[in-house]
């Protein structure tokens, strides 16, 4: 069971762009050509006229998510946690997404609190964002956490009826359900066994107990005939 959940939830974590990439048509000569090359799929390249365009204009949002994202690509996930924690509280219309990414980032390096807790503020600040639902439920898997992370499935179909990932969503939906129903099973079975066990020994004990009182009230009765005794004179007479 808790293999195949594995695999199910392994096919569905979210993982967008950290914004639309025509959002930053305008900008620096540095930042245009890391743009130009990061999109051409060449984060070395781009890397350095990224971090020249950021030092540059730390201002400049979307200079700022190109380099994380670069980073990101580069494996550098310390160096873009950096700047997405720099520009999330500046981060305006795009907090929920900066916050996403950031979710995204700790997931990676296995800081589930952490990618939670970024889930999270994506969600509070766009309660209508998706992804930010889909992911936080599958830190929740990972953490088995299965029934908190139930809602947040569900959540996210409700948000995305259409979903590609609705037959995988809908099969670990089924699969956690089965685990807690076997959860709860197990739960009953065991109680069930702990009340049998005690009732055992209860009446063992009743019986020993019992036991040693009918041998007391026995040697007790023996004890005053031997008392009654004492008190008579024999006299006999011989002939």
Same mark, same amino acid.
């Given at each position: 069971?808790?293999?195949?959940?594995?695999?199910?939830?392994?096919?569905?974590?979210?993982?967008?762009?950290?914004?639309?990439?025509?959002? @930053?048509?305008?900008?620096?000569?540095?930042?245009?050509?890391?743009?130009?090359?990061?999109?051409?799929?060449?984060?070395?390249?781009?890397?350095?006229?990224?971090?020249?365009?950021?030092?540059?204009?730390?201002?400049?949002?979307?200079?700022?998510?190109?380099?994380?994202?670069?980073?990101?690509?580069?494996?550098?996930?310390?160096?873009?946690?950096?700047?997405?924690?720099?520009?999330?509280?500046?981060?305006?219309?795009?907090?929920?997404?900066?916050?996403?990414?950031?979710?995204?980032?700790?997931?990676?390096?296995?800081?589930?609190?952490? @990618?939670?807790?970024?889930?999270?503020?994506?969600?509070?600040?766009?309660?209508?964002?998706?992804? @930010?639902?889909?992911?936080?439920?599958?830190?929740?898997?990972?953490?088995?956490?299965?029934?908190?992370?139930?809602?947040?499935?569900?959540?996210?179909?409700?948000?995305?009826?259409?979903?590609?990932?609705?037959?995988?969503?809908?099969?670990?939906?089924?699969?956690?359900?089965?685990?807690?129903?076997?959860?709860?099973?197990?739960?009953?079975?065991?109680?069930?066994?702990?009340?049998?066990?005690?009732?055992?020994?209860?009446?063992?004990?009743?019986?020993?107990?019992?036991?040693?009182? @009918?041998?007391?009230?026995?040697?007790?009765?023996?004890?005053?005939?031997?008392?009654?005794?004492?008190?008579?004179?024999?006299?006999?007479?011989?002939?």
């Amino acid at each position: 069971m808790k293999t195949v959940i594995i695999l199910v939830f392994a096919v569905i974590f979210a993982v967008f762009p950290a914004f639309s990439q025509d959002a @930053a048509l305008a900008g620096s000569p540095d930042f245009l050509r890391g743009e130009e090359l990061f999109v051409q799929n060449k984060p070395s390249e781009a890397l350095p006229f990224l971090e020249k365009a950021f030092v540059a204009n730390q201002d400049n949002l979307e200079g700022a998510l190109y380099l994380a994202m670069c980073y990101e690509q580069l494996e550098k996930l310390d160096e873009a946690i950096t700047i997405y924690r720099k520009v999330l509280p500046s981060g305006g219309d795009k907090t929920a997404l900066v916050a996403f990414n950031l979710g995204n980032v700790y997931f990676r390096k296995g800081s589930n609190s952490f @990618a939670e807790q970024y889930y999270t503020q994506a969600i509070r600040s766009d309660p209508a964002y998706a992804s @930010a639902w889909l992911n936080r439920a599958n830190v929740k898997v990972k953490t088995g956490s299965l029934r908190e992370a139930l809602p947040d499935y569900e959540h996210y179909l409700r948000l995305e009826p259409a979903s590609p990932k609705r037959p995988q969503i809908e099969r670990l939906i089924s699969l956690i359900q089965e685990e807690y129903a076997a959860e709860e099973i197990r739960k009953l079975m065991a109680e069930e066994a702990v009340r049998a066990e005690t009732e055992r020994r209860q009446r063992l004990i009743d019986e020993v107990s019992a036991s040693l009182q @009918a041998q007391a009230d026995e040697a007790e009765g023996i004890a005053a005939g031997a008392e009654n005794l004492s008190g008579y004179e024999l006299e006999f007479e011989l002939d």
